[in-house]
């Protein structure tokens, strides 16, 4: 005799289905996600960060009190170019600047960098950027007693190589 199956016994039997279904899902999606080390990052020291809030806030009313803008000229591969200037638009000149920046694709690949001055408000230095996209630029701007902290993004275009010329005859 051939019986079908009585609704309490299919009933849990789709509930497990799904539950199998569901833990499937997740694993695939963990696996996946941890085999791309690049593709997230955990930000360093971010417990001892929350823990000195106060410090974080007080830099935030200096930057405030400070008015300093930090425009970035030229990011590419190879140079990164700002322009620093104070609350009246002067150049600002005499200050020590570091910069880390990351692509956000790609956040745990940081590329620091230190700036020295070329002209007043001018500063250059060296950036190993070779991804297009979007960066995010952590400055860190050092005059005398005074120190002022900024984030900027900005989005790079991909780089196009020279193009080849041949001789003409």
Request: proline share 8%; aromatic share 8%.
């Amino acid at each position: 005799m051939n019986q079908r199956p009585t609704k309490s016994i299919v009933f849990p039997g789709i509930i497990f289905l799904f539950i199998g279904l569901n833990f499937c899902i997740v694993a695939i999606t963990v696996i996946a996600a941890g085999r791309n080390p690049s593709s997230f990052a955990i930000e360093p020291d971010y417990d001892r960060k929350a823990l000195r809030w106060e410090e974080t806030a007080q830099q935030l009313r200096q930057n405030q009190r400070l008015a300093w803008t930090i425009t970035i000229d030229r990011a590419d591969a190879g140079t990164l170019a700002v322009t620093i200037t104070d609350a009246a638009g002067r150049p600002l000149d005499s200050a020590t600047i570091s910069a880390e920046a990351f692509h956000h694709a790609h956040a745990r690949d940081k590329v620091t960098t230190t700036l020295t001055p070329t002209s007043p408000g001018q500063y250059t230095g060296t950036f190993a950027a070779t991804t297009p996209g979007l960066w995010e630029f952590h400055f860190t701007v050092q005059r005398g007693p005074q120190t002022l902290t900024q984030t900027l993004t900005r989005t790079l275009a991909p780089q196009t190589p020279p193009l080849a010329t041949e001789p003409h005859p």
